[in-house]
């Protein structure tokens, strides 16, 4: 039988697992983690928790004292095998976002950070989400975005081209942050993002820019 592909990206955050979490907090000076924090912020009674493309799992910890139970889902088996070695008491399950292994109608809150930009198809993995989340329950995305003021977004464009690339490559391989760069630059952001979740059966949602644009906080109510 032939092996199932698996999704763009994949190969190469198995690389990178080991070191994704240093890789990531140098790239971002620190501050990918007081993202995830806001991400999080007010789910006082999350119930129970997806978090989707979990990586090395900080942000179901973050959750983890709240929520009824936490699962993280990732598909690059290196980075669940760190994240469990960092959180030991957290149920973790590999697998695609297009197409998870749970029921109908699972999961209270599901929760994703900067990982919906490297599904291959969006419109389908919030087609998947909407699936598996309960009726009234709650998604929560995390990503980079691209401010939409013209002098910031010159400015952050410049520094993902002249800063990330070059410092990428003296911390990894150069495929790395070029891949990074370009699932910035094709994601669908603000009101594209909201408007493919109504189409796939989410009652609304809403968006909070941090940083001016550098990064944005997707709010969708299943």
């Known amino acids: ?9 994949v190969e190469i955050f198995n690389r990178i697992a080991d070191k994704y979490d240093s890789i990531s907090g140098f790239l971002s000076l620190g501050i990918i983690r007081r993202w995830q924090r806001e991400l999080v912020k007010g789910l006082e009674e999350p119930g129970l928790v997806l978090d989707l493309a979990c990586g090395t799992g900080d942000v179901g910890a973050l959750v983890q004292e709240k929520a009824k139970e936490v699962v993280g889902l990732d598909y690059s088996l290196p980075m669940l095998k760190v994240a469990k070695r960092k959180y030991p008491q957290l149920f973790f399950v590999r697998g695609d976002a297009l197409s998870t292994p749970f029921p109908d109608k699972t999961f209270d809150t599901v929760l994703i950070s900067l990982g919906l930009r490297h599904f291959e198809k969006p419109k ?17 995305i995390l990503e980079v975005s691209i401010p939409r003021n013209p002098v910031l977004k010159k400015a952050f464009l410049t520094f993902l081209k002249r800063v990330m690339l070059p410092l990428g490559k003296l911390r990894s391989k150069a495929d790395v942050t070029r891949h990074l760069y370009e699932t910035i630059v094709n994601f669908p952001h603000y009101e ?26 997707y709010s969708l109510n299943g």
């Open 192 to 217: 594209k993002l909201i408007e493919l979740a109504r189409e796939v059966g989410f009652k609304g949602g809403s968006f909070r820019p941090l940083m001016g644009g550098m990064a944005t906080i």
């Open 1 to 9: 039988m032939k092996e199932k592909r698996q999704p763009v990206g």
């Open 124 to 140: 389908e993995s919030l087609e998947e989400i909407r699936r598996i989340l309960k009726d009234g329950g709650q998604v929560r």
